[in-house]
């Protein structure tokens, strides 16, 4: 038997031109035929969904193709508030589709899980982001109907939203048998800020700054998500030293937060000598951002247009002088971490997550690529200035605790590297340019919608942005890598130790921020 052809992203968009005024990828609208007809073939693609939101009453899905790295938006008109769920090809999209009936009203059909996500029950306002915001009474949370497990000699352990550190909330319900665990359910919601309600109506200053905010940590992944989506959304083109300056902040952004993990997760099994010593590496990154950048997480560095700030000579030697540093004093803590036995005891074997739970879920980031998924959005689809830069995507197939901490460690080398490159290769020129109003003079370059695709310390931060004609914000959509991580976190856990879990959730570090919105 011949098994039946798929057609890649970039052959079905050649037979399917897309609407006019969206960049840099193009968006092609669906009637629901063709939109069914996409779902039935999911199972036969090497096509990821990448995000999927509404706007209006139309429901919108990112994807890309893993095999040639094309990427295109996909629209459909709901009827009656209605569309046909993507989660029986993409199980991805049962989450992010729960989002869109608690945001905008829209209901997806088919789709199994209908409990509510973001919604508690306690918003003055029901879909916020729909056409329709009748108040609810009552300030109470809503009960949560956790999936039960029906099996004699199993209990149940509730952890959070509250928890002993200083952490963001969230609720993890475990069913053990024993101390083994049967399965872990996670409920997140508990941060949300309505920040893409806040954005609709914002100009752009003030939505950079929304932006920026989504998960702190990743604060430079977030505006520079946002400013490619409005510069392609606007026809802008930026500086090329800006594009360098970016990369600059990305990368510190990348190591410092890798220093942190990789500490935190070792302090999770008592060895506090790493955690103490990679706080000290983290802590000389931060006070480099702040004496090149003015703050020590970057915060409002990147912007639409290019970067508010310039890197001069005095920084540019500084951050050599702070990689001339890092570099032999993370190498000593890389041999110790490989030395001590106690360590690999406990991370080897743990959490691990299978292969196809990545394929399923176009996992990227750490967890994807320690466990053979070498996605990363600064390869492909990539974007400036990386293709100008020769760097290695470290893989890794184990899947497990040490396998994401290596693939870590393999970042900071490579991102070392990378600033070293950056800043002896960057070139001379302005860091900004304005971005051109739709109603001012000479703005028929203008597009209107833009997407961008940026890597992250996580992995890939997604962004959607539609302008009105004023240049405010009509409709912006962020998506967080932890989206397609906190899934396979609860799936991994499974058949573990309760005492593990601490572990595997720090070795994911999923974002609870960036998810809540």
Request: net charge negative; with cysteine; aromatic share 8%.
């Amino acid at each position: 038997m011949i098994a039946s052809y798929h057609p890649t992203l970039s052959e079905y968009l050649a037979h399917n031109p897309g609407v006019e005024g969206h960049g840099p990828w193009p968006r092609v609208h669906l009637v629901t035929d063709t939109w069914l007809a996409l779902i039935s073939r999911l199972p036969l693609s090497r096509w990821d969904l990448l995000a999927e939101w509404a706007d209006g009453d139309k429901v919108m899905a990112a994807i890309r193709d893993d095999s040639d790295g094309a990427v295109a938006v996909l629209s459909l008109t709901t009827q009656d508030g209605r569309f046909p769920s993507l989660s029986h090809g993409w199980p991805s999209a049962s989450r992010l589709e729960r989002t869109i009936a608690d945001l905008s009203g829209l209901t997806a059909d088919s789709l199994g899980d209908t409990r509510p996500w973001l919604d508690h029950g306690t918003w003055p306002v029901q879909h916020p982001l729909g056409a329709a915001t009748a108040h609810k009474p009552g300030a109470l949370p809503l009960p949560y109907a956790f999936l039960p497990v029906d099996s004699e000699g199993t209990h149940q352990i509730p952890v959070g939203p509250v928890h002993a550190g200083i952490i963001e909330p969230g609720h993890f319900r475990f069913t053990c048998f024993g101390e083994a665990v049967v399965r872990l359910e996670d409920r997140l919601g508990y941060t949300h800020k309505g920040t893409e309600t806040l954005m609709a109506g914002a100009d752009l200053e003030r939505a950079a700054r929304l932006a920026g905010r989504i998960s702190g940590d990743s604060t430079v992944a977030y505006a520079l998500a946002f400013a490619r989506a409005v510069e392609a959304a606007t026809g802008t083109v930026i500086p090329p030293r800006a594009h360098w300056v970016r990369a600059v902040m990305a990368e510190m952004e990348r190591i410092a937060n890798h220093f942190g993990d990789i500490g935190a997760i070792c302090n999770d099994v008592a060895f506090s000598l790493m955690h103490a010593h990679c706080g000290w590496l983290r802590e000389r990154v931060l006070q480099a951002a702040a004496a090149c950048f003015g703050h020590r997480l970057m915060m409002d560095r990147v912007v639409p247009g290019g970067v508010s700030c310039d890197l001069d000579d005095a920084g540019t030697q500084r951050l050599r002088d702070l990689v001339r540093q890092l570099r032999p004093r993370f190498e000593e803590l890389v041999t110790l971490y490989d030395s001590t036995p106690s360590l690999q005891s406990r991370m080897l074997t743990a959490g691990v997550v299978q292969p196809e739970w990545v394929r399923q879920w176009g996992t990227g980031g750490f967890v994807g690529r320690a466990t053979g998924r070498s996605f990363d959005a600064r390869r492909s689809p990539g974007y400036e200035p990386y293709s100008q830069l020769d760097f290695t995507v470290p893989v890794r197939n184990e899947g497990d605790v040490n396998a994401r901490v290596m693939i870590r460690i393999d970042e900071v080398h490579q991102s070392l590297s990378l600033i070293e490159r950056l800043l002896q290769a960057m070139p001379p020129g302005p860091i900004h340019t304005a971005i051109v109003s739709a109603d001012a003079p000479n703005s028929g370059n203008r597009h209107g919608e833009g997407v961008a695709l940026v890597e992250g310390f996580r992995g890939d931060v997604f962004v959607s942005v539609r302008l009105n004609a004023n240049g405010t914000i009509a409709r912006c959509h962020l998506r967080d890598p932890s989206w397609f991580q906190w899934p396979l976190l609860m799936a991994a856990i499974k058949d573990c130790v309760v005492a593990d879990f601490p572990l595997c959730n720090k070795s994911f570090n999923c974002s609870y921020s960036g998810p809540d919105l």
